[in-house]
DNA sequence: CGTAGCTTTGATGTAGGTCAAGAAATGTGG
DNA sequence: CCACATTTCTTGACCTACATCAAAGCTACG
């Protein structure tokens, strides 16, 4: 497999493409980020990018492959919090504590760049707009983890998919990894379960259900939408809470 | 009822309080503190304090009752995000975004001082110390999301309960209105179902076993732990996402 | 080309929802 | 300080969404 992103340009990589949807990017800020970028890491599946009680901590920024953050309980299940497609931080908040209160696992391969506390303060201080933006990406990200906690609160386990379909398909459009069609998608029906709070068996019924009203199909890794706007009304999809434009600081 | 707080020193007030769990402030940061509590305001019970789709954004910072965020779902049901109490902020991420993408309303009478973004992001200017005890409060907060989270996801209704109840103590006692024995608390079993994705029978339900193993009582408006070890080994309770001590700039 | 991880489906069990109705508590106006 | 209204709590009977268990067909990759 050669290096993803190898020759790419720093302007077309996820993580410009993200913050570039709410800033405009200078040249600085682009050199800048082009130095983050540096210091590559690859994790094979089944390698932790960071686990739970670490305390070495430095956060990471996705380059390619998809990684998810859990926790594990006591009795041995977990909760997936979240899933990080290219662009995404991996562990920024553990970078303020001294240790990991969760962990990051590879879904796929993952590269990753390594951004120390240390990087990030020193680039936050010479470009005051990239700052900016990471803490309009980190905001966007807890609105995401709030709007999946009131779909596993207070929606049903079919409204909950078509409503994460339908979130993911909008994260990854930001990003140039899908569009109105559909997308690619490596998340088993086990990995679902656990980030839908469901089981394994009931998330097939699910998708085939959602299959059949012709909202929707998740085979063969790729997942595509047969009724977009059918599908945006089932789950009660309001994707204002992604939106968000408009600069803080222009 | 007397203005609360009115006398009282700045270092004794609950956002005081809690920051300093976190770094030693000091007569500098306190002075800056002082300040940003000069514009109080009073929310009766009612009067949304923040309301989804606001664009004119400012934060609170709460200095007396209890105050709920909750998204409201399109069927007309609601799920409560987080329960604020003395010391916390409100709002402080919509001030980032246009446009507000949740509620707070009052549970009981609220004060709070209103916070413009021009405020804090001079205080920050100012000392960054500051800057660096708000971000770290931030992190916690947003730690106790993905927490409740994960009850939502994947605990029984009753372990739900017991954790949630220690996590409000445990938060309670940092600003100094709970200790060990238990607190004082304004939440009705209607507030609590909408909060752990439950219906209000079944909170009663869930209560009376709690209370009838013997682990903790909900009664009159006081949270009182029966046998507090054996309610946090029921909970699977670990503190350590609270604790996060050890500040990231001394 | 075998074996381990996915997906699919059926049968059965249960946690928690909904409906209903009475008892406490709390608040409000006279 | 009392009468009435309103919210909150409590409990019982019944029902449904989803879990669990079990087993068979797929895919994939070493």
Redesign the interface.
């Known amino acids: 497999m050669t290096e993803p992103n190898a020759g790419l340009p720093i302007q077309d990589s996820p993580f410009a493409r993200k913050l570039s949807a709410f800033v405009r990017l200078s040249q600085t800020d682009l050199a800048v980020m082009s130095d983050l970028y540096r210091r590559r890491r690859v994790f094979p599946v089944g390698v932790d990018v960071i686990h739970q009680g670490q305390t070495d901590q430095c956060a990471y920024v996705l380059a390619s492959g998809w990684a998810c953050s859990y926790?594990i309980?006591?009795?041995g299940?977990?909760?997936i919090?979240d899933f990080q497609i290219p662009g995404d931080f991996l562990g920024l908040?553990s970078v303020?504590?001294?240790?990991a209160?969760?962990n990051v696992e590879p879904i796929t391969p993952v590269h990753a760049s390594e951004v120390t506390?240390r990087d990030l303060l020193a680039a936050f201080a010479e470009t005051p707009r990239l700052a900016t933006a990471v803490?309009?990406a980190a905001?966007r990200d807890?609105?995401m983890?709030?709007?999946?906690?009131?779909d596993?609160?207070?929606?049903s386990a079919t409204e909950r998919m078509a409503h994460f379909l339908l979130e993911l398909g909008a994260r990854l459009r930001l990003v140039g990894m899908g569009d109105r069609t559909g997308y690619l998608c490596p998340l088993s029906q086990y990995l679902l379960a656990d980030a839908?709070?469901l089981s394994a068996v009931h998330v097939n019924r699910v998708l085939r259900e959602l299959r059949e009203e012709g909202l929707v199909t998740f085979q063969k890794g790729r997942v595509t939408f047969e009724d977009y706007d059918g599908l945006v009304t089932f789950a009660?999809f309001d994707r204002?809470?992604l939106d968000?434009?408009?600069p803080?600081l222009m």
Do not use: I, M, N
């Open positions: 926790k309980l006591p009795e299940t977990r909760q919090v908040r303020l504590f001294r240790t209160d969760h506390q803490l309009w905001s807890e609105a983890v709030v709007e999946h906690l009131v596993l609160g207070r929606r839908l709070g009660g204002s809470y968000h434009e408009g803080l």
